[in-house]
Nanobody
Framework: QVQLVESGGGSVPAGGSLNLSCICT??????????MAWFRQAPAKGREFVAN????????YQANSVKGRFMISRDNAKNTVYLQMNSLKPDDTAVYYC?????????????????WGQGTQVTVSS
């Protein structure tokens, strides 16, 4: 069973930065076979797409709300995907989830992802 473990969350003031990591373990497939994504969920709101990245890392996509501030990347040798978050705003406060899609097709739709991490809290104060 694939396991995704996020880390790197925390509390920062507005304008600050955080770098989230998500390591994939117990996978029967090579990590390059998985498209990866980050989603987030704020209190009383639905799960929101943040960014995704193809298995090779050659294609990425960010939601308009984070474009120019957040960057997704991956290191297939370390089975890890990252989310570098800069110029953080209070509206970015949420639990951030890492997700994996074995079909290696990046998607912005949560139901297309097969595996999910437990989430890491990001809190941005004004």
């Amino acid at each position: 069973q694939v396991q995704l473990v996020e880390s790197g969350g925390g509390s920062v003031p507005a304008g600050g930065s955080l770098n989230l990591s998500c390591i994939c373990t117990r996978s029967g497939y090579s990590f390059i076979n998985y498209a990866m994504a980050w989603f987030r969920q704020a209190p009383a709101k639905g799960r929101e797409f943040v960014a995704n990245i193809a298995g090779t890392g050659m294609t990425t996509y960010q939601a308009n709300s984070v474009k120019g501030r957040f960057m997704i990347s991956r290191d297939n040798a370390k089975n890890t995907v990252y989310l570098q978050m800069n110029s953080l705003k209070p509206d970015d406060t949420a639990v951030y989830y890492c997700a994996a899609n074995i079909n290696a097709i990046p998607s912005r739709v949560a139901k297309n992802y097969d595996y999910w991490g437990q989430g890491t809290q990001v809190t941005v104060s004004s």
